[in-house]
């Protein structure tokens, strides 16, 4: 029965182990993203938790230099905000959303945005499927939305600050499942020498 629960125990710490090694691995698979016909503007408006206008200042890709990169990963997107319609007060703000249309993300550059985002986690997010679009071609949009609120509360996002707690609770993440098997080492450890003395008794 023990010799079960240590085979047990030691499978669980392969499984960990194999989990910790590809931690930080990402397939270059990309999928196809599927968007039904955006809702009207109202609708949009309704669904999303903010929408507003501005200007891109930077692009946070932590993965731009790897040489594993997936259509899914994570970027983050800083804008100078200009007009606010719903669910935003201050000057800057962080959208999230994936690395390119492949898997629904949304393909900022340096240019004036209208957009449309959804909360999720304590995030905001935006989809390729959203009303977001360049506020140049937004003009349709503008005129049933009407005139936006300026963002009142002034702040100053650094995007380096964000990298930097996402590395934070990486390694925090590590630290801790390699804390975890060491503690399970230990135990079977001290399982086998009960048993050897068990044995020779």
Known sequence: MKKKWIHTITSYVMVVSLTLLFFNYSPSTSYACSCAAPESVQVELEKSSAVFSGKVLGILDKKKFKSM???????????????????????????????????????????????????????????????????????????????????????????????????????FI????????????????IIRRVEKRNLKG
């Open 174 to 189: 590590i630290f801790s499942s390699a804390i975890f098997i060491l503690l399970i080492v230990v135990a079977i450890y």
């Open 69 to 171: 990169q997936s259509s899914g990963d994570e970027l983050a997107v800083l804008f100078e905000v200009d007009e606010a319609w719903k669910g935003i007060n201050q000057t800057q703000v962080i959208v999230y959303t994936t690395r390119d249309s492949a898997s629904c993300g949304f393909e900022f550059t340096s240019n004036e945005y209208l957009v449309y985002a959804n909360k999720y986690d304590g995030e905001l997010r935006v989809s390729l499927c959203s009303r977001t679009t360049l506020l140049s071609l937004a003009q349709e949009d503008l005129n049933e939305l009407g005139i936006g609120e300026k963002p009142s509360k002034e702040v100053i996002i650094d995007l380096n600050d964000t990298e930097k707690r996402s590395i934070f609770s990486t390694n």
